[in-house]
């Protein structure tokens, strides 16, 4: 079972006070209210994200994409900026990333993006069945030693729990360098009666999907160190 993230600011200050000394990012997640939420509860998600997002309403037409461990938002950013009709839940985290991330949303007065410090894995506790039209998980820890697997966020459980939160024809976006893992999710994803993957590659970069493909910050940081196969698979929920 995953911790939660704790609340020190509110529930012990002092020591919110020693942790920011360490780490003021953990301060600095509490600068942008109107778009990052550092301790989510389901009702002031749902109050940000009603209030923000116009794709719960029912006359909105765009669609609904989720990043698990969005890192500083590169990713995020640029699908945000290309498809301003959608709207973005990112999950992170990492306090420094999440404040990059909230820096660069909020520099470029981008209005459809929303980030939680929350896991992924609990994620069904803010949103309800039929809500997600895409779900992307690039460059997860891999957690590559066998005894740590199971902490891994894409699992079969995962996917099955996620499954009726997705829309009718809901997607999983998954890179990755770590390719027994990229493996790993494929046949997991097969044997899966309802997802259906309809693009793979286990080199992206050599593939055709390398013309769509944004870039992660990871992913950056790769292209600088010898560019290693990456695994890229878009599967489609049945
Ligand atoms: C290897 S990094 C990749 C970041 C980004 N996706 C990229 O490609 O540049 C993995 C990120 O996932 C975040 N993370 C790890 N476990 C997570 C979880 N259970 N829920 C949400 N984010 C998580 C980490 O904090 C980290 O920033």
Redesign the pocket.
Known sequence: M?YRPRNHRDKNPEVFSQLVKNNPYMARVYDYPKLLIPHPTPENFQQLWSSKIKAVSDTHSGKVHLE????SG??LIEWAQENPQDSFIG????YK?LVLAAKKIEQQTISNIILMR????FIDEYLPHNSIDCMHI????PWSKKARRKHR?LSADFLTKMHPYFRSSGELRFKTDHLEYFETVTEILQKLENYKIVGHTTDLQRSNYIENNIL????MLFKSKGNPPIGYLRAETL
């Open positions: 995953r698990i461990g969005c890192g590169r990713y999950l992170e985290l990492r990333r929350e896991h992924g894995e690039n460059f997860p820890d966020i992660t910050e990871f992913e």
